[in-house]
């Protein structure tokens, strides 16, 4: 089993190294938030996130050689090595096998232990997540279609939305809010009850929202965070910054729904983010779906980013996509090790050393 290991070691050393490196991502994408918020529309402060999610999911990228020159590596041996070198090319093997040696061969370096831990740690999460995705996909399958008011209302937020894929409109006991499951087969499940708490108008934007989470193909975004988060459970300042990620997603999708609505509307908007926060349970810690209001902690920020609201100008798409693109270069650059020139065999430099000191 110790010697199955060996083949994770390449991955979980790539997991490692592109953690510790997003310990100095996640301060530069913060920082580049906080600094332009002002000019910066919420696509594109959502937008700086991707920056982190490629340093934590591509192994490869852009080096730079930090070394410099390359340089041989020579190691200093005595005059008279060479006749001993020599000397020994001409030793019998050794036949017996120290006892010693084998038992050590047999316990666990920390470096395998890791390893294992590792390994189990993702098992345990992706089994959670796995459950959890099969359990909404029985879900959509025993959900029943809601009255022809609702889905005539559904497809009228289709055509505004855009949305040309085929996503299910669903009624379900299963569910407390309002709740997209599904990537390839998008279903919207609405609670059964959610007439006795919202009204007509206030069900179409719920709907404006979740269709613009389908339309910003949301839910698979979603599905590569909860990856990276399972890939880096060890790494709580990576969960911090996806959970933040996952905040500006929302504002990105708010944003996307007040430009359907009007000012008065807009103010409706807040009021009904707030309606639903009563409905929502705790978020999850691992989350592959969309609602309305993923969590109540975040949902102050995003009530102000309603109320402020203001399409921003070209100039304002300029500057993310520019920032965006150099955070990302920075993301994806690693540094290369120079290229060592092979050490030359010590019987080698053994000989040229006396052939120096005859001549």
Same mark, same amino acid.
């Given at each position: ?6 083949? @994770? ?7 490692? #190294? ?11 994408? /913060? ?18 996130? #991707? ?9 490869f990228g852009a080096q730079v050689d930090l070394r410099g020159t ?23 093997? +050794? ?9 050590? %061969? ?6 395998? +232990? ?5 390994? @189990? ?7 959670? +997540? /796995? ?6 996909s029985r879900m959509s399958f025993t959900a029943s279609e809601p !009255? ?38 998008? =279903? ?5 009850? /959610? ?52 905040? !500006?997603?929302?504002?990105?999708? !708010? =944003?996307?729904v007040l430009r359907h609505l009007t000012t008065a509307e807009q /103010? ?47 100039? %304002? ?19 290369? !090790? ?22």
């Amino acid at each position: 089993m110790i010697e199955q290991t060996g083949f @994770l070691l390449p991955i979980a050393s790539w997991v490692l #190294f592109s953690s510790l490196k997003s310990i100095a991502i996640i301060p530069l994408v /913060l920082l580049i938030r906080r600094v332009f918020t002002k000019w910066l529309t919420p696509q594109a402060r959502y937008g700086l996130w #991707f920056a982190l999610i490629a340093c934590l999911t591509i192994p490869f990228g852009a080096q730079v050689d930090l070394r410099g020159t390359p340089r041989a590596t020579e190691v200093p041996v005595p005059v008279h090595a060479a006749s001993r070198a020599n000397a020994a090319n001409y030793e019998k093997p +050794v036949i017996g096998i120290s006892t010693a040696a084998v038992t050590s %061969s047999f316990q666990p370096s920390p470096r395998t +232990v890791a390893i294992l831990v590792w390994v @189990l740690g993702v098992a345990v999460l992706a089994a959670a +997540v /796995l459950r959890n995705a099969a359990r909404y996909s029985r879900m959509s399958f025993t959900a029943s279609e809601p !009255d022809a008011a609702t889905t005539r209302l559904f497809e009228h937020c289709t055509q505004i939305v855009k949305i040309r894929r085929h996503v299910r409109l669903l009624e379900t006991s299963g569910v407390d809010s309002p709740l997209l499951v599904g990537y390839w087969r998008p =279903a919207l499940l609405l609670p059964r009850n /959610l007439s006795s708490h919202i009204n007509r108008e206030q069900l179409r934007m719920v709907l404006l929202h979740e269709l613009t989470h389908v339309g910003r193909h949301d839910i698979l975004v979603n599905w590569l965070i909860t990856c990276v988060q399972i890939a880096h459970w060890f790494n709580p300042l990576a969960w911090y910054a996806l959970r933040i990620a996952r905040n !500006d997603m929302e504002q990105a999708c !708010d =944003a996307g729904v007040l430009r359907h609505l009007t000012t008065a509307e807009q /103010l409706e908007y807040g009021n009904t983010l707030i309606r639903l926060s009563d409905m929502t349970p705790r978020q999850a810690l691992l989350v592959q779906n969309a609602s309305v209001v993923e969590s109540r902690s975040q949902l102050k920020e995003r009530i102000s980013m309603i109320a402020r609201f203001k399409p921003l100008g070209t100039a %304002s798409s300029i500057l993310g996509a520019t920032l965006i693109a150099l955070t990302s270069i920075v993301a994806c650059t690693q540094g290369a !090790d120079a290229p060592q020139q092979p050490a030359k065999p010590a019987v080698q430099l053994a000989t040229a050393a006396v052939v120096e000191q005859a001549a």
